[in-house]
Nanobody, 127 residues
Framework: EVELRESGGGLVQPGESLRLSCISS????????MSWVRQAPGKELEWICS????????DYADSVKDRFTVSRDNAKNSLYLQMNSLKPEDTAIYYC????????????????????WGQGTQVTVSA
C-alpha cells in the first residue's frame, strides 16, 4: 500500500507560478512511476504528466508542455510539479498518482493505470 499526500495548492493570478509537492509512503519510491492528474470543475480527470521511477522518462500533456515541469527527489520520497504561466483553465484539483511494476510509455500517459492516489490539492487561477 502506498499513501500519497499533496500540498502547495492555492489561489494565484493568471501568469503567476505555483509549486506542488507530493510525498509518498512507498518503501521503494525509486521503483514507482509517478504522475500528476487534475480534475477541473464539471470535467473528467485529465492526465498532465508522468515520470518514471529513475526520472529518465518524462512526458507531458500538450496543454501543459513548456509551462509545467515535473521532478522527483527519490531521497526524499517526493514528487514535484512546478507550474509557470498559470491560466484560468488550469484551475482544478491536482492529484498525484503512483504505481509500480512493468510499464510502458503508454501506461505512463494513462491515468487509469495508476492505482495509488492522493487526496488532491486545489489550484485556483483567477484575477
Amino acid at each position: 500500500e502506498v499513501e500519497l499526500r499533496e500540498s502547495g495548492g492555492g489561489l494565484v493570478q493568471p501568469g503567476e507560478s505555483l509549486r506542488l509537492s507530493c510525498i509518498s509512503s512507498s518503501v521503494i519510491f525509486k521503483r514507482d512511476a509517478m504522475s500528476w492528474v487534475r480534475q477541473a470543475p464539471g470535467k473528467e480527470l485529465e492526465w498532465i504528466c508522468s515520470v518514471s521511477g529513475d526520472g529518465t522518462r518524462v512526458d507531458y500533456a500538450d496543454s501543459v508542455k513548456d509551462r509545467f515541469t515535473v521532478s522527483r527527489d527519490n531521497a526524499k520520497n517526493s514528487l514535484y510539479l512546478q507550474m509557470n504561466s498559470l491560466k484560468p483553465e488550469d484551475t482544478a484539483i491536482y492529484y498525484c498518482a503512483a504505481d509500480y511494476g512493468d510499464y510502458t510509455d503508454d501506461d505512463l500517459r494513462d491515468s487509469q493505470w495508476f492505482n495509488y492516489w492522493g487526496q488532491g490539492t486545489q489550484v485556483t487561477v483567477s484575477a
